[in-house]
């Protein structure tokens, strides 16, 4: 309990941190940021349950005012922008992403913790986000889907990332993957 606790703020503190990394945003207003990575690992590493508990402890810090979306944003009004469905999907997108590292036995590690990170990751967190920035902006779904479709080919570069790092956390340490033990600690 107190080992998942500890790795619950630690993948929280890496979704900060990749946030410190430049951000770039297009037309839509959504940035692009390294963040989505962090929600990938957290779900691939750490497996379902507690990859989303990490996610959603990154965001409550956000939603009480910390700055520590890209660019230095934070507060609730964070969740009045054309982000909000992206950020709302980010613990179902780290839920997702762990689920399917956790029960898929197929393959080696890296096939699979990048085909979930691109499921959850992608394809879940694009169900969320595109709804939201739609509302936001008062666009139709076609034209959401188009201001998303440049955040595509990065987020797919991200999920072959977590694939990597996932596999080279388990070479490096074998075992230290929680979302891939048969038993919670």
């Given amino acids: ?24 945003s297009l037309l839509s207003g959504v940035p692009i940021t390294a963040q989505s990575l962090g929600v990938m690992l957290a779900g691939a590493v ?16 956000v939603a ?4 520590f979306l890209a660019g230095g944003r934070g507060g609730i009004g964070v969740f009045a922008t054309p982000s909000v469905g992206f950020l709302i999907g980010w613990p179902v997108a780290a839920f997702v992403t762990g689920a399917i590292v956790e029960r898929w036995s197929l393959g080696n590690l890296f096939v699979r913790a990048t ?16 709804p939201g920035m739609a ?3 008062e666009k ?7 201001f998303a479709l440049p955040f595509i ?8 990332i977590a694939g990597a790092v996932v596999l080279g956390l388990q070479r490096m340490r074998p075992g230290v993957l929680l979302s891939t033990r048969t038993s919670a600690d």
């Fill in 1 to 24: 309990m107190e080992r998942s606790i500890v790795y619950i703020a630690l993948f929280a503190a890496l979704i900060v941190v990749l946030g410190l990394l430049p951000k770039f």
């Fill in 115 to 130: 085909v979930a990170s691109i499921i959850g990751g992608i394809m879940v967190m694009y169900a969320f986000g595109i």
């Fill in 46 to 61: 750490l497996g379902a349950k507690r990859g989303a508990l990490a996610v959603l402890l990154f965001l409550a810090l």
């Fill in 135 to 137: 509302i936001m902006l």
């Fill in 153 to 160: 080919p990065g987020d797919i570069v991200k999920a072959v």
């Fill in 140 to 146: 139709d779904l076609v034209t959401a889907t188009g």
């Fill in 64 to 67: 009480i005012g910390l700055p």
